[in-house]
């Protein structure tokens, strides 16, 4: 690997030339390291809240002074020691194996290299604030490649490869890593220059017009964040989108995102009308990009500085992915990219998806915040039945606050959001900094009814506000699945996944894992193939004896088919879940575009 001069005096060399092996090598230069240099790797990545323990991929650690050989001993599962003295300049070389397709962590093949460098780059203790620089060398296995990358280029080739600076290490690992052969576009939004590179696109993909759709979401959100024609805060923004068969997903940084989608969603040559695989990928990229302001900049109070070596706790997410949640969807109405009854789809279904979770009842919205490490990022059979979701409640949240504010007449969501932004600079808030902006703004009730909804478990007011602000509430038929309380996946039987609690599969025993094979009535047993053979061979039966396996035991459950709600099993019990849906429609036009186009209160 060659040397630089002249850069700062932490320097990262990354070179992906085992590419058949997936290892990245990686050199560390520390000008002037301190006596026994303690380096760490991240456990955790800021935005995805889960401890994934990155060192598991990083081998082949050693290090040199002078030339020598110098001693490296492991303290922790993530912290190593250098045996050198602080007289001379140190490097440090390793290699980290690259497997993960997500936008967690890192990946290497023939096709295309990513990374984060909360993946690659170790970190030098006590001197995190120094300004730190990343060299990206070619290879023969990567010459035909480009490069993107948010960090800031200080002397690179046209292709992306060469040296970056960033101002310190918090910087250097908020800039993930593209590379490979990828589709390349660029457009501007609020005077901010914005490249987007989509990697594993079929030849159908129409470039042009998701260019055309993104710059329509960014400029209202900076519209939307910058209404007093103050500058944005980033001086321009990379979107990395790698395309699979079928995955999804994102993660927001400070001036990128890296983003995934299905091939099947991106939008294609010569086709009218985009489906909905489209219009997701529209709300994941409106979904991170609003997270530029909302959790990079304005952010918890306990996310001030991150600690990276374990769990960094917060009861906040609820706001900082609830009400972006929030807003993703609701800048595609106001941009254009959905007309009203898209937009009303989308908020049936998110409603739909809380009220079908027993767990709303038992967890807030808050205390899901502060359990995601344990919960909501390792999800498991009973996960329904005790969590609750801070994107999906939250965003229900933000809803009802932003249509009691409205209500109020003096003030929407859109101000609290922008006030907050102004009275921290664009820093870390708490909740008592959320709840004095919505006193001012509305009154000390509404604020009152925001902690409420925060940190009670009770339903929200969803019906009564929507009705409010010309949208009326409908019962729909809901599902089988939902009226016998299962989540399945159907191949040549139904596998039972989640049974949720208070439903009629509970009440007969079934649980996670059955394997729903047959079921017995009138006298005639049927082979299940899927879950709606059910009423095919229930007939006018109200009882039938489902047939499970259960390791490797057939059992006989008696399943009651009437659907009435369950009893509660006692007074102070939670009542039955829900067995129907709701639906959302238009009964005041004016009093809903208002809302709808983000129009005053």
Not at 19 to 46: E, K, M, N, T
Not at 468 to 479: D, F, L, S
Request: charged share 20%; aromatic share 8%; proline share 4%.
């Amino acid at each position: 690997m060659t040397a630089v001069l002249n850069t700062p005096g932490i320097r990262y060399t990354v070179q992906a030339s085992a590419v058949d092996a997936h290892l990245f090598d990686i050199s560390l230069h520390i000008a002037q390291p301190a006596a026994r240099q303690l380096l760490s790797l991240p456990v955790w990545i800021p935005g995805s809240y889960l401890v994934r323990e990155f060192a598991k991929n990083l081998q082949g650690l050693s290090a040199t002074q002078n030339g020598q050989g110098i001693p490296v001993s492991q303290l922790s599962k993530n912290q190593w020691k250098i045996g050198c003295s602080a007289d001379a300049a140190c490097v440090i070389s390793y290699q980290v194996c690259a497997y993960d397709t997500s936008v967690r962590t890192a990946w290497l093949d023939r096709r295309r290299g990513f990374f984060n460098g909360t993946s690659l780059c170790l970190r030098v203790h006590g001197q995190e604030d120094q300004p730190h620089a990343l060299e990206l060398l070619s290879s023969p296995a990567t010459q035909d490649w480009q490069v993107t990358t948010g960090l800031t280029p200080a002397q690179v080739d046209a292709s992306g490869f060469g040296l970056y600076t960033a101002a310190h290490y918090d910087e250097l690992v908020d800039c993930p890593v593209e590379m490979g052969l990828f589709w390349r576009g660029s457009f501007e939004a609020g005077g901010v220059p914005h490249e987007f590179v989509v990697a594993g696109a079929a030849p159908s993909f129409d470039g042009e017009r998701l260019l055309a759709d993104t710059k329509k979401i960014c400029e209202a959100e900076i519209a939307f964040w910058h209404a007093d024609g103050s500058q944005p805060p980033m001086e321009r923004y990379v979107f990395m989108l790698n395309v699979v068969d079928d995955n999804y997903g994102g993660l927001e940084h400070r001036n990128s995102t890296a983003l995934i989608c299905g091939r099947r969603d991106l939008p294609r040559k010569g086709e009218a009308k985009a489906g909905e695989g489209y219009n997701t990928l529209l709300g994941l990229i409106s979904h991170e990009y609003f997270h530029t302001w909302n959790v990079k900049r304005l952010r918890p109070a306990e996310f001030a500085r991150y600690d990276y070596e374990q769990e960094n706790y917060t009861e906040l997410l609820w706001f900082f992915e609830g009400f972006t949640s929030y807003y993703d969807d609701l800048f595609l109405r106001r941009a254009g990219l959905l007309d009203n009854s898209q937009y009303l789809k989308l908020i049936t279904r998110t409603i739909n998806q809380v009220l079908q979770t027993p767990g709303r009842h038992v967890q807030s919205v808050a205390e899901a915040s502060f359990d995601a490490w344990v919960k909501y990022y390792r999800q498991d059979e009973n996960t329904a039945n005790h969590t609750v979701s801070y994107y999906t409640k939250g965003s229900l949240v933000a809803l009802c606050l932003d249509l009691t504010l409205r209500a109020n007449g003096t003030s929407s969501l859109d101000d609290v959001m922008r006030s907050l932004w102004h009275r921290s600079a664009g820093g870390p808030i708490s909740e008592s900094d959320v709840l004095t902006v919505v006193t001012e703004l509305g009154n000390s009730g509404i604020a009152l009814q925001l902690q409420n909804w925060v940190h009670s478990t009770q339903d929200l007011p969803l019906r009564e506000l929507l009705a409010r602000h010309g949208i009326n509430t409908k019962v729909e038929p809901a599902q089988l699945a939902q009226q016998l309380g299962l989540r399945v996946q159907e191949n040549h039987s139904v596998q039972i996944k989640t049974v949720l609690h208070g439903g009629l599969a509970e009440q007969a025993g079934m649980m996670a894992g059955d394997e729903w094979l047959a079921i017995a009535a009138d006298g005639q047993r049927w082979r299940l193939a899927k879950l709606d053979d059910v009423p095919l061979y229930a007939g006018s039966s109200n009882s039938v004896t489902a047939w499970i396996a259960r390791d490797r035991q057939i059992l006989e459950l008696k399943l009651d088919l009437d659907i009435a709600p369950a009893k509660a099993a006692s007074e102070d019990a939670k009542p039955a879940m829900p067995i129907s849906n709701l639906g959302l429609e238009i009964s005041d036009k004016a009093a809903a575009e208002r809302w709808l186009t983000g129009l005053s209160a």
